[in-house]
């Protein structure tokens, strides 16, 4: 019987790129599905079915829990699925897994945002704000310093 491989609707952006590596990571068969969000193709009737939060990336497994098919948006939830579906890059025992879900909620909620607001204010924004471009560029400044700290503990 042919498998089908894991649909991965997402488009050249750092929230793409995290689960195109990880599907590679873990040697998920997989196929990009384009969505264009400079075209405005997130806000498709038929992308909203997958993820109503009109944002890229989202998956659909047709062979997810059960052998049922799943559609999961989100980037964390998708790495999240992924490993678990693989039991890749997720620590089993309590304490590994909750220290590893906090580095990925920290980089969602915290390091993602934070330089996704730098690079918005410094490259895109219709008029140069000082005020704006200096708070979030030192702020990704101070999370790099931390991810820094971090990486030098634990190599």
Not at 14 to 32: A, F, Q, R, S, T
Not at 55 to 69: H, K, L
Request: net charge positive; aromatic share 10%; proline share 9%.
């Amino acid at each position: 019987m042919k498998s089908h491989p894991i649909q991965c609707f997402s488009w050249a952006t750092p929230n793409g790129h995290k689960i195109h590596i990880m599907l590679e990571e873990c040697g998920l068969d997989y196929e990009v599905i384009p969505v264009n969000i400079a075209a405005g193709e997130q806000f498709k009737p038929d992308f909203l079915k997958i993820s109503p939060n009109n944002r890229i990336p989202a998956i659909v497994d047709p062979a997810g829990p059960d052998g049922q098919p799943i559609s999961i948006f989100e980037s964390g939830a998708i790495l999240i699925y992924l490993a678990g579906k693989t039991g890749k890059f997720l620590p089993q025992d309590v304490h590994g897994k909750f220290k590893a879900l906090e580095w990925l909620m920290w980089q969602m909620g915290g390091l993602g945002p934070m330089l996704g607001q730098a690079h918005h204010f410094r490259l895109y924004a219709p008029e140069k704000i000082p005020y704006a471009i200096n708070r979030y560029t030192n702020e990704a400044k101070r999370l790099y310093g931390v991810l820094d700290k971090r990486l030098s503990n634990h190599p």
